[in-house]
């Protein structure tokens, strides 16, 4: 009932992708060969095809090798055992499904045959999987949905007073909008997200590459590139990403010496205005760099009655074995108590090692 299907199948793994109308940006093959690309430790993408009478999903995630983790080398054999995680974004089993005591059976069984220790799961914000989850389910945060269902007039008014007023500056203040998907304007994208990285203290991991661009843009019908023009100079840039129904506000930043101009609230809402045109249903925001923070705040301006919660699943599909992993760290596990883990797997967790 469950199909497996290799990050090299690329043409079989995108047809199936496709064959869900409803499908979304995150299980394509390319998105996931970006991060893959990037770096070895993040492992190898599968994508599961659940067919079973007239249910039908696909689950996408990324099959690591436990033995090359850093905390695992000289210690444990390779090839024998791997945990899962969904991508970067949002993930879990898509489509459609009634009977999910036979999906969560057969997927349990099927991960326990090959060696599939555990899995960690960042739920689909328009999936109601979550709710049918046999692991451990919890939200701590937020994301906003700016909702494409009315009109771009009505649209305009649920904006939050103080995201008209900047766009009203920003206009006046004659910024341009440069709309493509070629990548021929990278980098200035580099420039403007790097720095933007850098004033925030991002942790190195969202430092990507130009390679990993260059990946994600073959998926030249699921990207977009959206860029704010003053004086012919790009001070301020954003990637997004969508399926058939949602796009996502992706990556991007500002020049902070061009703060004043209100470029972000002009971006924001010329990416809607293009989303909502291009037939989508939802443009989401996502969340803050910690729990409702400021960035938080600020999307949700933009979307006030759009907050959505996020949630994550965590699963031990064989107990035996994540124990004795936890033991090969010398980790007390609390396996039993999924809630009061702290990280998860423990075994790959930064700590200090007892005596």
């Known amino acids: 009932m469950i199909t497996e299907i290799g990050v090299n199948e690329k043409e079989k793994w995108n047809k199936t992708v496709h064959s ?58 390779k090839g024998h055992y791997f945990d899962l995680i969904t991508p970067y974004g949002y993930g879990g089993f898509w489509g459609r499904v009634v009977d999910y005591d036979a999906l969560n059976q057969n997927y349990n069984e099927y991960c326990q045959s090959r060696h599939y220790v555990c899995e960690f799961v960042r739920f689909e914000l328009f999936s109601d999987y979550y709710k049918h989850y046999d692991g451990v389910v919890e939200t701590r945060t937020h994301n906003v949905v700016r909702s494409l269902d009315m009109s771009i007039d009505e649209i305009w008014l649920d904006f939050k007073q103080k995201v008209r007023k900047n766009v009203k500056r920003a206009m006046k203040n004659n910024l341009k909008i440069i709309i493509e998907n070629t990548g021929e304007d990278l980098e200035d994208f580099f420039e403007i997200y790097y720095s933007t990285m850098n004033r925030s203290n991002a942790e190195q991991e969202y430092y990507f590459s130009k390679g990993f661009y ?35 506000s992706y990556l991007g930043g500002t020049n902070r010496e061009y703060f004043d101009l209100r470029p972000n609230d002009f971006l924001k809402y010329e990416i809607i205005k293009w989303v ?16 409702d923070d400021g960035i938080f705040q600020y999307k949700a301006c933009l979307a006030p009655n759009g907050v959505k919660d996020f949630y994550i699943g965590r699963k031990i599909l064989d107990k035996t074995a994540y124990d004795s992993l936890c033991e090969i760290r010398k980790v007390k596990s609390n396996s039993m108590n999924l809630k009061e883990i702290g990280f998860f797997p423990e075994y790959r967790g930064n700590i200090s090692l007892s005596n």
Request: hydrophobic content about 35%; charged content about 25%; overall charge negative.
């Open 20 to 77: 869900f109308t409803n499908y979304d940006v995150f299980y394509l093959n390319e998105y996931v060969s970006a991060f893959m690309k990037e770096n070895e430790s993040n492992g190898e993408p599968v994508l599961l095809y659940y067919e079973n009478g007239s249910d039908r999903a696909m689950n996408v995630l990324f099959k690591r090798d436990i033995a090359l983790d850093e905390h695992m080398k000289a210690r444990l054999e």
């Open 214 to 248: 260059e990946t994600l843009n073959q998926m030249r019908d699921n990207i977009m590139y959206f860029h704010v023009e003053y004086e012919g100079k790009i001070i301020s840039t954003e990637l997004v990403i969508y399926g058939s129904e949602n796009a996502y």
């Open 276 to 291: 909502k045109a291009k037939g989508l249903k939802n443009f989401v925001l996502g969340g803050g760099y910690g729990s």
